[in-house]
């Protein structure tokens, strides 16, 4: 098996970025959600939580979906990150 792949798919970087974020920001929401709350409070967190979702799974979607038609699932990710 090959490891090295010289190609890079920025439009991967940029989705896999996309989904990652949503998808911490669902688990905060989700952790804020479940602190004990008075019942507004509670009712908004909730609201957020369930929206954060959706997001993060939109995000995964647009993910799949692009990896799914352009093939460039063996590419590496974060690579445009500076090092050092
Ligand atoms: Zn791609």
Redesign the pocket.
């Known amino acids: 098996m090959r490891f090295a792949i010289k190609s890079r798919?920025q439009?991967?970087a940029e989705l896999a970025g996309s989904y990652a974020t949503a998808a911490r920001l669902y688990a905060e929401a989700v952790a804020n959600s479940t602190q004990v709350l008075d019942e507004k409070k509670y009712q908004d967190l909730c609201m957020e939580a369930r929206e954060a979702k959706q997001r993060a799974e939109a995000a995964g979607l647009r993910f799949e979906e692009?990896?799914a038609s352009?093939?460039?699932h063996g590419?590496p990710v974060g690579d445009h990150v500076p090092r050092g």
Do not use: A, G, L, T
Request: glycine residues 0%; aromatic residues 0%; charged residues 35%.
């Open positions: 798919c439009i991967r692009h990896v352009h093939k460039c590419e």
